[in-house]
């Protein structure tokens, strides 16, 4: 059974592809997350903000499109994509604060 992954597409107010991944990428929905990838043209925003889990092979997807994809991560992510090495290839955010509450 493949573990739940959410991936939104949507286009950028400067028409660079944007992919919204919620959940958890790992093995059984890697595919997925290639499919989605290999469906955007050109540059690719990918917000992982909502991912709670990441593994190997969710960042092997990644790597293969290193060089077209600029990342989104929350703090628990970012280590895992600089001790991989994917953070050298490609950009890496942090998630927009959330302003105050009113």
Do not use: C, W
């Amino acid at each position: 059974m493949a573990t739940p992954l959410t991936i939104t597409p949507a286009t950028r107010h400067d028409g660079t592809s944007l992919l919204t991944l919620a959940g958890e990428i790992d093995l059984s929905n890697s595919e997925k997350l290639a499919r989605a990838l290999e469906g955007a043209p050109g540059a690719v925003v990918v917000d992982l903000t909502a991912v709670d889990y990441l593994d190997s092979a969710g960042l092997n997807v990644l790597f293969a499109h290193a060089e077209r994809i600029e990342l989104i991560a929350p703090s628990m992510l970012r280590p895992i994509l600089t001790v991989s090495g994917l953070a050298d290839l490609s950009t890496v955010h942090a998630p927009p604060e959330a302003g105050p509450a009113t």
